[in-house]
């Protein structure tokens, strides 16, 4: 039997070059990296690599490039998100024949369906399918999975090894977990919102996959850690720091240009993003990742910018979560109010 999908999963992001195109030298790179940062598996085409600003021969170059520079070291799990059934079983047949170890599907989006439809289009695909599949529950973007369908799913189908929900809703995994577990042990549940990831492990989540961890992969790693250590005050203490990053990162951006501009600054050139952009929103985007520059040498993970960040709140001793999160939330504010924003 396969291994069980566990741990920290980077959704990875896609370097491009200056004419758009896949930067593969960087790709590798930066995949390289994450590994030994200890990540414990890599996610590309997931919805921060991208995924619908790449065509099918991108997604598919993405997926290959992952699987070969991975060599084995951490299990694929392929996005293979694809506009119908047919296309997505071509999907799930060509990661597997790269040596992905499962996919991860999202629901049917664009129409908003049924619980009994959102069951026949993913039963369809695990009838078929070559490879292990992954549920992908993203409730903003496509059709909801409700509890009673991955159960149905789960039951009748073991080519359905687990669900990445990243609706950020603990009582919904708490429900997944009760329902599903005792009769699948093995069914992973993985969780794609960081915000919560502590929590979340605490409640019998089995990893995630997040966009955070493309920039400190060796924080989202400390916090799985430090759960499965039972160290549980001390996660959450990271959490908590994690928690104003991500904000930063998500909110005043367009999605994933926080996250892009976060890694970038870990030493990688991930050039501009496929989405066009304003004058405006580029200055924008200049002036937040200042910003996030700022955060992450208070984790001390980069240095400062040349121009200094804002004035400090106080003298935050060592340790001290409040000091440094209030920190944290000046750095942002600061920077809202020069735009006007507040």
């Keep these: 039997m396969a291994e069980k999908l566990q741990g920290i999963f980077t959704p990875t992001l896609v370097p491009l070059d200056a004419h758009g195109q896949i930067n593969e030298t960087e790709l590798r790179r930066f995949l390289s990296w994450l590994i030994a940062s200890g990540v414990h598996g890599l996610y590309p085409n997931g919805s921060t690599g991208e995924f619908t600003r790449f ?40 990661y597997a024949a790269m040596g992905a170890r499962a996919v991860a599907i999202v629901s049917p989006i664009y129409y908003r369906l049924t619980p009994e439809s959102v069951y026949a289009y993913f039963a369809e695909i695990a009838r078929h399918t070559p490879i292990d599949i992954t549920l992908y529950n993203i409730p903003m973007f496509a059709s909801p999975i409700d509890v009673p369908t991955i159960h149905r799913l789960a039951a009748d189908f073991p080519r359905v090894i687990g669900i990445k929900d990243s609706s950020g809703d603990l009582a919904f995994m708490m429900r997944m977990i ?38 400190i992969p060796e924080v989202t790693r400390r916090i799985y850690d430090l759960c499965r250590a039972g160290k549980y005050p001390e996660a959450m203490q990271w959490n908590y720091r994690i928690l104003a990053l991500f904000d930063t ?77 209030e920190q944290v939330v000046f750095e942002v504010m600061h920077e809202l109010q020069k735009r006007g924003i507040f």
């Design 55 to 94: 065509n099918e021969e991108e997604r598919r170059r993405i997926v290959r490039i992952t699987c070969d520079e991975a060599r084995g070291r951490v299990p694929i799990l392929a996005g293979a998100a694809e506009a119908n059934v047919t296309e997505t079983l071509g999907a799930c047949e060509a």
């Design 178 to 215: 009760a329902a599903i577990r005792p009769i699948r042990p093995d069914f992973s549940f993985l969780t794609g919102w960081e915000a919560v990831l502590a929590p979340m492990l605490m409640a019998g989540c089995d990893g995630g996959t997040h966009a955070s961890s493309n920039a």
């Design 249 to 325: 990162m998500l909110y005043p951006f367009e999605f994933p240009d926080g996250f892009r501009a976060a890694a970038a600054l870990r030493g990688f050139d991930f050039g501009g993003g496929r989405l066009p952009q304003t004058g405006a929103q580029k200055t924008d985007r200049a002036e937040m990742t200042r910003v996030l520059q700022c955060i992450l040498a208070d984790f001390e993970l980069v240095g400062p910018p040349p121009e200094g960040c804002a004035p400090r709140t106080g003298q935050p001793a060592p340790g001290n979560l409040e000091a440094r999160l």
